[in-house]
């Protein structure tokens, strides 16, 4: 609990005020990271092979925008950093750990960015959401990967409308809104993204599976695998979790 604090007070400085209130799930989600690494391992490797093979033969390599950063252990950053001229590292908060390893690699062209993608505050205010209307104005863009990001929009969404009076279709609206954004780019584009998942005993009968998308259709998948989120004896003694997830590019 030292090191959350001690992440967490680092982190609040460095992240704009409107976004402070997402730094704890940011730190939750770097200590089930360390927690899970030899279980999270596979997961991890299969969305960074995804992004490589999603880029392998792109003629020109200017400029790639990374939606959802995060913890940058899913993301391939020293081949993105080493093939493009520029990387555009997006996210509603970059930690500062995150902050600190960045500068010890010596990037030069990594660029971070603080930014809600879910489109939520369009949406309450009226507006048709485009969450990712911003990447028209990226000069060179040459591709864009939503890297384990989708999912996680519906549910900060879906805690965020609990609170507040939203239209009741919000949490597929947008998510539906980030998919026809990457449909609409021009340059190449991979999305990542757990898109169902299942609470199974130690027995490995399944009490409960639920659709992460909320019914709006993915695009066809190039690779799919199960991502143990939370294996046994992380939430229970006696179940665990475990997301379906797929590439598509």
């Keep these: 609990m030292i090191t959350e604090a001690l ?13 402070r209130k997402f730094i704890r799930y940011s730190v939750n989600l770097w200590s089930r990271a360390g927690r899970c690494a030899r279980e999270w391992a596979e997961h991890e490797t299969m969305s960074r092979n995804a992004i490589r093979a999603a880029t392998a033969d ?11 950063s995060g913890l940058l252990r899913d993301v391939p950053i020293d081949e993105l950093a080493g093939a493009f001229d520029t990387v555009v590292l997006v996210d ?50 040459d591709f864009v990967v939503s890297a384990n990001l989708l999912s996680q929009i519906g549910r900060g969404v879906k805690r965020r409308c609990e609170a507040g009076r939203m239209p009741e279709d919000t ?11 990457l449909s609409e780019l021009s340059c190449r584009h991979c999305l990542v993204s757990d898109i169902a998942y299942a609470v199974i005993d130690r027995n490995g009968r399944t009490h409960e599976e639920a659709d992460l998308l909320h019914g709006v259709p993915p695009p066809p998948s190039k690779a799919a695998w ?19 997830v797929i590439a598509a590019w």
Excluded: C
């Design 92 to 141: 509603l908060v970059h930690l500062a750990s995150m902050r600190l390893w960045l500068a010890a690699k010596g990037y030069r062209n990594v660029r971070l960015i603080e930014r809600d993608l879910s489109g939520y505050d369009e949406l309450a205010a009226g507006k048709e959401p485009e969450p990712l209307g911003f990447l028209r104005s990226v000069p060179y863009l």
């Design 58 to 68: 792109l003629r020109q390599k200017r400029t790639a925008v990374v939606l959802g």
């Design 171 to 181: 949490v597929e609206r947008l998510i539906a809104a980030h998919l026809a954004g």
């Design 226 to 244: 199960i991502w143990p989120v939370a294996p046994l004896g992380e939430e229970s003694r006696d179940y665990r979790i475990e997301h379906k």
């Design 7 to 19: 992440l967490y007070a680092t982190t609040w400085p460095l992240t704009g005020k409107p976004h």
